[in-house]
């Protein structure tokens, strides 16, 4: 069984940063495929960044250039490093094992303008 939990979040002013960490337990994660997702108020849950067990990384459209995945191995930790972010970035943000069908509790992230 794996547990995932979320911190990071917080309210920062439009340009800021932040960086979010996903820490796991129960079982290691090196070899699974990890994702970030973000559920805006009133909206479904999408896909911001995979990163894959090869080290591949994916982003959505909206943050590339600005969002950055990745993982410590040693700390069962997945990373979501996000800069200049955008009003638009604003929601609760969780992440995803994808090998164990397991969600994060989720942690809030609001950009004022």
């Known amino acids: 069984q794996v547990q995932l939990v979320e911190s990071g979040g917080g309210l920062v002013q439009a340009g800021g940063s932040l960086r979010l960490s996903c820490a796991a337990s129960?079982?290691?994660?090196?070899?699974?495929?990890m994702g970030w997702y973000r559920q805006a108020p009133g909206k479904q849950r999408d896909l911001v960044a995979v990163?894959?067990?090869?080290?591949?990384?994916n982003y959505v459209d909206s943050v590339k250039g600005r969002f950055t995945i990745s993982r410590d191995n040693a700390k069962n930790t997945l990373y979501l490093q996000m800069n200049s972010l955008k009003p638009e970035d604003t929601g609760v943000y969780y992440c995803y094992d994808y090998r164990h069908n397991t969600w994060g509790q989720g942690t809030q992230v609001t950009v004022s303008s």
């Open positions: 129960g079982r290691t994660f090196s070899m699974n495929t």
């Open positions: 990163l894959g067990s090869d080290g591949s990384t």
